[in-house]
């Protein structure tokens, strides 16, 4: 059973424009919902988080929107840029676990 | 090194072979996970390692698998007697705390793969 899921196996944008990333979650429980970026051969590294009791955290082009009635997440890029290609992983917290979504595999075009 | 070290980066084993997997976290970091990562999956939790206390052994797959951390630093992981569904990438984070402002920091993994 899924706890995390990101629907979207992979993603392709145009750059300069809007990147929307989705995941969804099941557990009611988790406190804390994070972005992890992840490059071919290297580990993921941390991108944005939000709050579960937040809707909304911003940083840079990055922001995370997080929908708790619809237990749904997104990150949005924007603007999108070549070195934005990368695989999207969601992650969700529960004590000191993390649940992991499968990842979305952005692309950004030229 | 400033970063979580991971070594191997690949290794190539026969099915039925032991093999083990070495991680170094960064300097002062109490906590370590393992997790690997299958072709096309999420991270999937092996084990966590806090401090001094016993550890969180509740994702190891079966009983060829096992972890140690040495000294509260280093820590490998052990597969013995390999299978071909062991093939993954093995990944290794440290964090300094269990806060959401300590996120984790991972090392480039290694990749294993049984023949």
């Known amino acids: 059973d899924q706890q995390v899921k990101q629907n979207s196996p992979s993603l392709s944008v145009q750059e300069g424009r809007i990147s929307i990333l989705n995941c969804d979650y099941t557990?009611?429980?988790?406190?804390?919902f994070l972005w992890y970026k992840k490059y071919p051969a290297e580990g993921p590294t941390f991108l944005i988080s939000?709050?579960?009791i937040k809707d909304k955290n911003e940083d840079g082009r990055f922001t995370v929107f997080l929908n708790k009635s619809a237990k749904h997440l997104s990150l949005h890029i924007v603007p999108s840029q070549p070195g934005d290609s990368a695989v999207y992983f969601c992650?969700?917290?529960?004590?000191?676990?993390?649940?992991w979504g499968a990842g979305t595999k952005l692309i950004i075009k030229p | 090194g400033a970063g979580v070290s991971q070594s191997p980066s690949n290794k190539v084993t026969e099915k039925g072979k032991d093999v083990e997997l070495r991680c170094d976290p960064i300097s002062g970091h109490t906590a370590l996970y393992w997790y690997r990562q299958s072709l096309g999956q999420g991270l999937e939790f092996l084990i966590y390692f806090q401090g001094n206390s016993a550890p969180d052994k509740s994702g190891l797959p079966s009983d060829r698998f096992s972890a140690e951390r040495t000294g509260g630093s280093v820590s490998t992981l052990t597969i013995q007697r390999t299978q071909q569904e062991d093939s993954a990438v093995y990944l290794c984070?440290?964090?300094?705390?269990?806060?959401?402002?300590?996120?984790?920091?991972f090392g480039n993994g290694t990749r294993l793969t049984v023949t």
């Open positions: 984070a440290s964090t300094g705390g269990t806060g959401v402002a300590s996120p984790l920091h």
């Open positions: 992650a969700a917290r529960s004590n000191y676990q993390l649940i």
């Open positions: 557990n009611s429980m988790f406190d804390y």
């Open positions: 939000i709050s579960s």
